[in-house]
T-cell receptor, first 111, second 112 residues
């Protein structure tokens, strides 16, 4: 079955420090999505990566898809308190049109 | 905001009871998926409805059932509630050709 590991599970950073979370799959992926869930909130779509080696940026967020399409990363530059939340990678299960979520990385930003 | 709405916001039920949760999809979206999110974990796929038909199901027992209506809104029904059913239930809508999910605010179900 589909297995995806997301590391780290938790990350505490001082405001202004950088943050990176990694998502690793046991199988080759057709695409990968990233979602953010604020405390007490619901997952919000951030981005979808499709191409091998793809890099996309959204302001301070940089998303990468590995060359082998088995891993992905999300990097936040100069974290702010508004970045607090849990970041999930999510894989679409081929042919099923639904998502398999990673375990998430909970980010805490200390002012 | 995504335009996906869910009701009720919170619900407390007793073990053995039945519950119905409701979801209105975002305008233009014909596909609704339901997810269960236990505390501290990622959402787990329950099932998906497309054009009023079940279009995929996760590893959940038959006491989890659903419906989709002609206006693409949807219901999730859970029978014979168990303590482990306590979770945030998320509805997500999408278009038939996209896997990107737009989530509603969720229903927090507590089973005592």
């Amino acid at each position: 079955g589909q297995q995806v590991m997301q590391i780290p599970q938790y990350q505490h950073v001082q405001e202004g420090e950088d943050f990176t979370t990694y998502c690793n799959s046991s199988t080759t992926l057709s695409n990968i999505q990233w979602y953010k869930q604020r405390p007490g909130g619901h997952p919000v779509f951030l981005i979808q990566l499709v191409k091998s080696g793809e890099v996309k940026k959204q302001k301070r967020l940089t998303f990468q898809f590995g060359e082998a399409k088995k891993n992905s990363s999300l990097h936040i530059t100069a974290t702010q308190t508004t970045d607090v939340g849990t970041y999930f990678c999510a894989l679409d299960q081929t042919g099923a049109n639904n998502l398999f979520f990673g375990t998430g990385t909970r980010l805490t930003v200390i002012p | 905001e995504t335009g996906v709405t869910q009701s009720p916001t919170h619900l407390i039920k007793t073990r053995g009871q039945q519950v119905t949760l409701r979801c209105s999809s975002q305008s233009g979206h014909n596909t609704v998926s339901w997810y269960q999110q236990a505390l501290g974990q990622g959402p787990q796929f329950i099932f998906q409805y497309y054009r009023e038909e079940e279009n995929g199901r996760g590893n959940f027992p038959p006491r989890f059932s659903g419906l989709q209506f002609p206006n693409y809104s949807s219901e999730l029904n859970v029978n014979a509630l168990e303590l482990d059913d306590s979770a945030l239930y998320l509805c997500a809508s999408s278009t038939g050709g996209s896997v990107v999910q737009y989530f509603g605010p969720g229903t927090r179900l507590t089973v005592t």
